[in-house]
Nanobody, 127 residues
Framework: QVQLLESGGGLVQAGDSLRLSCVAS????????MGWFRQAPGKEREFLAT????????SYAGSVKGRFTITRDNTKNTAYLQMNTLKPEDTAVYYC????????????????????WGQGTQVTVSS
């Protein structure tokens, strides 16, 4: 069992940056693929980024590529999402997710493949 807790959301202006953190407890995060998702009101949950167990070869949704960066520190059992040049359309609840994997090198982009989810953190970007 893994518990995930996101933090770092808030209210910012367009063009600002935020860094979200996702702390895992209960298990060694190094055995899990990590992902970040978001959900805006009235919309489906959207994939943003994923990173493999060893912290390389991240992949991103086109909407955030070049602006968002996913990283992880397995020694701290924490994953991060650095968000730069934020836009009003980035306003949403942001979630981290984890799924155990035997594969060191693959990320996961499909929400239904994730086993564990955090409670979410609100990000609001004003224009």
């Amino acid at each position: 069992q893994v518990q995930l807790l996101e933090s770092g959301g808030g209210l910012v202006q367009a063009g600002d940056s935020l860094r979200l953190s996702c702390v895992a407890s209960g298990r060694n995060l190094g055995t899990y693929v990590m992902g970040w998702f978001r959900q805006a009101p009235g919309k489906e949950r959207e994939f943003l980024a994923t990173i493999n167990r060893v912290g390389v070869r991240p992949s991103y949704a086109g909407s955030v590529k070049g602006r968002f960066t996913i990283t992880r520190d397995n020694t701290k059992n924490t994953a991060y999402l650095q968000m730069n040049t934020l836009k009003p359309e980035d306003t949403a609840v942001y979630y981290c997710a984890a799924v155990a994997s035997d594969n060191l090198w693959l990320g996961v982009e499909t929400p239904s493949e994730y086993r564990y989810w955090g409670q979410g953190t609100q990000v609001t970007v004003s224009s």
